[in-house]
């Protein structure tokens, strides 16, 4: 190799190193710069109205942040609900080898997603009641799916030649589990959690109509009010959660991947 082909090569590898480092950079912090300057541009052009006093009353520091705390609850808890749910189902039916058993189980973990959102959990307060339990149970069914998913095709794209390794060197199905597949499988399992997330972000939005809190109370009544401040709150307000919610999920898989992959 001549003298120049070294130095082609060495400034290729230097250019696709500079790439890769401006996209880690950027999907690092650049997320949190859209989301401050978003937060920044709605209270400086909420600053510049002159707001009446029903918008005074929902666009106040205590408001806001009880309706955040409402939201970000139900969107936490709903997605740790399904985490404990989905995982260990689709190890089970990774350890299951019948399409039977398959097709009944997603077809039941399906039910949430081929219902409209605001359907599913108005349905759940007719027949149960209202409140923060109901909405619960809908963003559960609603968003248990991906996860489940993720978790099976995660433990079933493991090659085999190594769990067949593992297993001659003496290891029983748990260690095989625990320490070779599910390794392995962590950035699919983490981004079907990461989409649950952003699930649950969006559909916590029609909490409100079973009265059960949450952002969709700043954004229906400022639909009802045609108080446009309002709903343009709520809408960037839960916009920024996802975003936020994204970017948080996006780093755990980054350092849950382990290394090589």
């Not at 520091?61 to 609900?81: C, G, K, N, P």
């Not at 219902?115 to 069914?141: R, Y």
């Not at 493991?158 to 060197?169: N, Q, Y």
């Not at 199905?173 to 392995?184: A, G, Y």
Request: contains cysteine; proline residues 3%; glycine residues 8%.
């Amino acid at each position: 190799m001549t003298a120049q082909a070294t130095l082609d090569l060495a400034t290729a590898f230097g250019t696709a190193s500079n790439r890769r480092g401006k996209y880690f950079s950027f999907k690092r912090f650049g997320t949190p710069v859209v989301i401050v300057l978003a937060l920044l541009a709605l209270s400086l052009w909420l600053g510049s109205l002159s707001l009446d006093s029903i918008e005074q009353r929902t666009l106040n520091w205590q408001y806001l942040q009880d309706r955040t705390f409402e939201h970000l609850r139900l969107t936490v808890v709903a997605s740790a609900i399904v985490a404990v749910i989905a995982i260990p189902a689709g190890i089970a039916l990774s350890r299951i080898h019948s399409r039977t058993v398959h097709a009944v189980v997603f077809g039941i973990a399906n039910v949430g997603q081929s219902t409209p959102a605001i359907g599913l959990v108005i349905l759940l307060a007719i027949v149960w009641k209202l409140g923060f339990e109901v909405a619960l149970v809908g963003l559960v069914a609603y968003s248990v799916l991906p996860v489940l998913r993720n978790t099976l095709v995660g433990l079933e794209q493991v090659d085999s030649s190594l769990t067949e390794a593992a297993r001659g060197m003496g290891m029983h199905p748990l260690q095989v589990l625990t320490r070779i597949e599910l390794p392995l499988a962590i950035p699919v399992i983490v981004a079907g959690l990461r989409t649950a997330l952003v699930f649950c972000v969006g559909v916590a939005t029609v909490a409100t109509f079973i009265n059960a809190g949450g952002l969709g109370d700043m954004i229906v009544n400022g639909l009802k009010l045609q108080r446009w401040p309002v709903l343009i709150t709520g809408a960037v307000v839960v916009s920024c959660i996802a975003l936020a919610i994204d970017w948080i999920a996006g780093l755990a898989e980054d350092l849950l991947t382990p290394k090589g992959l």
